[in-house]
């Protein structure tokens, strides 16, 4: 492996680290290496804490090795004032000679400012190594800003026989076609996106509370769709466990503490008013979880980055068709009993 693409290979999987804890910022890792040895390495873990060069210069204990070091970084350094100084400034000021670079930064804050800052100051910079891959570690980060719109995810489960749900039910709650380990494997997903998104039918029908409470992590924003006012009060979405942001088109509604509505035309285009809603939002992130007619909105409108699928080992015989979609570069899985079908749309 070539020197370059191991040590970027080390910045991604640093970077990694920093899965659903970064908005709205991006995954970022970064390695100090002076003779051949690693002297520092850092990565990114919360808006308005250190950047990952930062946290790889501190981790340097003799400083005065920076002067003949290699920096090596999965994204273009910033050059603006955010929450925290520019990491261009860092790297210039401690005199650190060569910049390697994974890829260029999208946002037009940066978009390759950073790597022009530090061309002017003196630095070997290489820039494009692994850029692919790099490009895919902030994959929601990259659609956001050239897109300009959340990277979304389609999630959903379905019987042997293609039904999402029973066409009746007893009580108010889900009906689980997948085992515990498929739905603790849900909860991860859901604290590594930045919202969840749901309709009227399933709020009404499950009384979800959409949080993460299988897993460590953070609780996505809860987005729910309910056009007419129709979800009772007392359910568990308005708990404000985590901010919820409701879809409406009624004006007749009080925003409370963490319970925000918003007015959106239902009759025309709702995935993408809904997409472009999620943009001026700064929310990057989003995984649909159904019920059907929500999901089929999507597909139906091409607006989709990927669909994770789970089939589970029982049948209903009738019930709710589970949506329709043609799903290509599919990659399936098991656990358990369960299958895991997980597609890319590449449009």
Request: glycine letters at 6%; aromatic letters at 6%.
């Amino acid at each position: 492996m070539k020197t370059n693409e191991k040590y970027i290979r080390r910045c991604i999987e640093l970077a990694k680290n920093g899965l659903g804890t970064t908005y709205p910022n991006p995954m970022v890792g970064s390695v100090i290496v002076c003779d051949g040895k690693i002297i520092g390495e850092g990565w990114h873990k919360k808006s308005g804490e250190p950047h990952a060069e930062v946290n790889a210069v501190n981790a340097v204990k003799d400083k005065s090795l920076l002067k003949k070091s290699t920096i090596y970084v999965s994204l273009e350094p910033c050059s603006h004032f955010g929450k925290t100084p520019p990491c261009c400034d860092l790297i210039i000021e401690n005199k650190i000679p060569n910049v390697v670079i994974g890829t260029v930064d999208p946002n037009i804050k940066v978009a390759g400012n950073g790597i022009k800052k530090l061309l002017e100051a003196g630095a070997n910079v290489t820039v494009g190594i692994l850029e692919t891959e790099c490009n895919e570690l902030n994959k929601r980060f990259f659609t956001f800003h050239e897109k300009k719109r959340p990277y979304i995810i389609l999630k959903w489960a379905e019987s042997q026989d293609g039904f999402i749900a029973p066409l009746t039910k007893q009580e108010q709650k889900p009906v689980w076609i997948t085992n515990e380990f498929s739905r603790q494997l849900v909860h991860k997903w859901r604290s590594e996106e930045q919202a969840i998104l749901v309709g009227t039918q399933t709020v009404i029908d499950d009384n979800p509370k959409l949080d993460t409470r299988d897993w460590s992590g953070n609780n996505p924003v809860r987005i729910v769709l309910d056009q007419h006012n129709r979800i009772p009060k007392d359910s568990r979405i308005f708990n404000n466990q985590a901010k919820t942001i409701v879809l409406t088109n009624s004006s007749n509604t009080i925003n409370e503490e963490n319970i925000i509505f918003e007015i959106i035309d239902f009759k025309q285009n709702v995935a993408s008013q809904i997409a472009d809603f999620l943009y001026r939002h700064q929310i990057q992130s989003v995984i649909v979880e159904g019920g059907r007619q929500t999901l089929q909105t999507f597909i139906d409108e091409n607006l989709w980055d990927e669909a994770r699928l789970f089939v589970g080992n029982n049948s209903f015989k009738k019930g709710i068709k589970a949506p329709i979609i043609a799903l290509k570069n599919s990659i399936k899985q098991t656990i358990g009993n369960d299958t895991v079908i997980i597609s890319r749309n590449h449009d």
